[in-house]
């Protein structure tokens, strides 16, 4: 009795193909990686998180600081100050980076081309060509509605 090892041109041909098979589907998973999350990012947001008001308790934000939450599906920001309560959008007016609070200097900062804006949204320096867009907001006993 003897046992015969395949060795012709079908076990190459076999392993040829699963190493084929294998180079694709770690490339297929890579690119997935890395496609998913700007599709998701993208993507249209969903009704529940396109709400057209929020509300926040006073006692969340205290004086000089900024929360920052989604209105309609985008970015945006209330901060606290010393006239009150202003929600602003946070995408800035350049390039549509998310800005960000810096509370040391009571401003809104772009982290893509240095745009600065005041805590009422209005441009300070850097090249965003208009003021962040306000959004409505309002008290209400121990809440701030915005929108």
């Known amino acids: 009795m003897s046992i015969s090892i395949k060795t012709g041109k079908n076990a190459s041909d076999s392993k040829r193909g699963f190493l084929k098979l294998l180079f694709l589907s770690v490339m297929a998973a890579s ?21 057209e008001k929020i509300e926040i308790l006073k006692d969340e934000l205290p004086p000089g600081k900024a929360k920052f939450f989604t209105y309609k599906g985008n970015p945006a920001v209330v901060i606290h100050t010393k006239s009150g309560f202003t929600a602003l959008s946070a995408v800035c007016t350049h390039l549509g980076c998310i800005v960000k609070w810096l ?13 600065r804006f005041d805590a009422a949204g209005r441009v300070i320096s850097g090249p965003p060509p208009n003021p962040l867009p306000q959004i409505a907001v309002t008290e209400s006993g121990v809440k701030i509605v915005i929108g």
């Open 31 to 51: 690119f997935g990686g890395v496609v998913y999350p700007i599709i998701r990012y993208l993507s249209p947001v969903s009704q529940q998180q396109a709400a």
């Open 103 to 115: 509370e040391d200097k009571n401003e809104l900062q772009c982290p893509c081309h240095a745009g």
